[in-house]
């Protein structure tokens, strides 16, 4: 039974706890069927780094293979984070079965990464995190509110687990 989904699109940062957005997403594509894209979007650099570092390394294949190494790491790290939530949740991993989950690192302006994303990958719902705590921060942040401003498709904010 597919309830009209297809692909799920979870999009992760690697900087906090991700977990509560992957079991929400794995939960939701394992209840409809979907295919499951997890995505993480590394921010650019901003034009004042990126020309200082033009400036300091004259060497454009050196820079080239910076540039690149910040997004093989973000890779590892997720494919990282992936295989620790996969080990902490065996139930959920044995009900999602042999299915794949693809995993993507972008670079860019987070918020417009993932919404071009969703829509270049035909995505059916966005699953990320509300990255805000306590009740004052209001229930989005900057990146979450600029998918949902920005989402042709229905976004799932998942708030951060209680302590």
């Known amino acids: 039974m597919t309830h009209g989904l297809r692909r799920i699109l979870c999009c992760v940062g690697l900087r906090g ?3 509560p957005v992957l079991a929400q997403a794995v939960d939701l594509a394992q209840a409809t069927g979907a295919e499951l894209h997890v995505l993480h979007a590394v921010k ?7 020309n200082t570092l033009k400036t ?8 080239e293979s910076l540039m690149a190494q ?26 999602f079965g042999e299915r794949e989950v693809t995993r993507s690192v972008l670079e860019g302006y987070p918020s417009s990464v993932i919404s071009h994303y969703a829509t270049r990958t035909g995505s059916d719902m966005i699953v990320m995190a509300a990255n805000k705590r306590g009740f004052a921060a209001t229930y989005a942040g900057k990146v979450t509110k600029g998918v949902i401003k920005r989402a ?8 951060p687990r209680q302590e």
Request: aromatic share 6%; net charge negative.
């Open 56 to 63: 300091n390394i004259q060497d454009r294949q050196m820079l």
């Open 44 to 50: 650019s650099l901003s034009d004042d780094v990126f």
């Open 17 to 19: 706890d991700c977990d």
């Open 70 to 95: 910040r997004l093989d790491q973000a890779r590892q790290e997720l494919d990282e984070r992936l295989e620790a939530f996969w080990s902490r949740h065996p139930e959920r991993r044995e009900a």
């Open 152 to 159: 042709r498709v229905p976004v799932v904010v998942v708030p």
